[in-house]
């Protein structure tokens, strides 16, 4: 029987971009399943959290994902647009959102179609890379869900017949993801055991190859 993990994963998440091609790679390389779980982001589920950080918090945090992204050899910058609009007068985290929501529901849809690591790697790497201005435009979406094996306006059309039933598969995976251990992502859970940040992979494929791992 194949090992399992389930990857709760967020598209605002640098981390989840930065850990992502080697996820992709180790289950394409071994007999192991990874479950793409997508939650929103902490500044949609806690709008105030970022208010409430220290201000060093931040500067860390952005140091370290160039840091990180230089040593991984991954192309980085911070996307434009934002998936999560932050209101720059305020300061604040709205209700009402642009882009976090529908590109949440459709790695949902992605997932269910058994395509949800493939979606995830392709767009993170279209937000997240710094090669793509405006990527909520033109086909920029279209093409990275055709390089996943998905199609856009396929995906599009599901979310939009039965929104509720993905805004509650997320809240589910939100549910799961605490029950896993923690409340931040990239969270991998496997067997019960969590592994929280991109920095744990190497002790996942660790735990996983105590438990059997093998290549393909």
């Not at 998936?83 to 590109?103: A, C, F, K, M, S």
């Not at 992605?110 to 790697?121: C, S, V």
Request: proline share 6%; net charge negative.
């Amino acid at each position: 029987m194949s090992l399992a993990f389930d990857l709760f994963w967020s598209f605002r998440s640098p981390y989840s971009y930065l850990v992502t091609p080697r996820i992709a790679a180790l289950v394409e390389a071994h007999d192991v399943q990874c479950n793409v779980r997508i939650v929103y982001p902490i500044a949609v589920r806690q709008a105030d959290f970022f208010a409430n950080a220290d201000p060093l918090w931040v500067h860390y945090l952005l140091k370290d994902c160039y840091r990180t992204a230089d040593y991984l050899g991954l192309p980085f910058r911070w996307p434009n647009p934002d998936p999560v609009y932050r209101d720059p007068n305020t300061g604040q985290y709205p209700r009402e959102q642009p882009h976090i929501h529908r590109l949440s529901h459709l790695g949902v849809a992605a997932a269910e179609r058994g395509h949800g690591l493939a979606f995830i790697r392709e767009v993170s790497s279209l937000i997240w890379n710094g090669q793509t201005d405006n990527w909520h435009e033109g086909d920029h979406l279209a093409k990275a869900a055709a390089r996943a094996g998905l199609d856009l306006a396929d995906l599009d059309a599901a979310v939009a017949a039965n929104e509720a039933h993905y805004i509650a598969s997320v809240e589910t995976n939100q549910s799961d993801q605490r029950k896993g251990g923690h409340y931040g992502v990239p969270l991998m859970v496997h067997d019960g055991e969590p592994f929280f940040g991109q920095d744990r992979f190497d002790q996942l494929v660790w735990r996983l190859q105590q438990k059997g791992l093998r290549p393909r």
